[in-house]
């Protein structure tokens, strides 16, 4: 069982930056892979971006891209979500999820099967 926190959500006004943490409960947690997610009000989870367990491959949804960066530190047993240039429509709960251990997945990415709590994220226009 691995169990997940996130922090570092708040209020941030558009054009600002926020780092979002995701902190493991094991150290098992570098043989997993690590997404992030978010839902906004009345709306499905999205997908975010994730980074793979070995050599930290990344991939990012297309409307995050150049603007978000995924990063972990397995000495840590923690991940990180930097957000910049942040946008209204980023407004969400952001979750992280760990998942496909050990695996090398394709282009659809690993199952997430621990997630955390999730962490408020606002940002003004």
């Known amino acids: 069982q691995l169990q997940l926190v996130e922090s570092g959500g708040g209020l941030v006004q558009a054009g600002g930056s926020l780092r979002l943490s995701c902190i493991a409960s094991?150290?098992?947690?570098?043989?997993?892979?690590l997404g992030w997610f978010r839902q906004a009000p009345g709306k499905e989870r999205e997908f975010v971006g994730r980074?793979?367990?070995?050599?930290?491959?990344?991939y990012y949804t297309d409307s995050v891209k150049g603007r978000f960066t995924i990063s972990r530190d397995n000495a840590k047993n923690t991940a990180y979500l930097q957000m910049n240039s942040l946008k209204p429509e980023d407004t969400a709960v952001y979750y992280c999820?760990?998942?496909?251990?050990?695996?090398?997945?394709?282009?659809?990415?690993?199952?997430?099967?621990?997630w955390g709590q999730g962490t408020q994220v606002t940002v003004s226009s």
């Open positions: 999820a760990a998942g496909g251990r050990l695996e090398y997945y394709g282009s659809s990415g690993p199952r997430f099967d621990y």
């Open positions: 094991r150290s098992t947690f570098s043989t997993y892979s």
């Open positions: 980074i793979h367990w070995n050599g930290g491959r990344t």
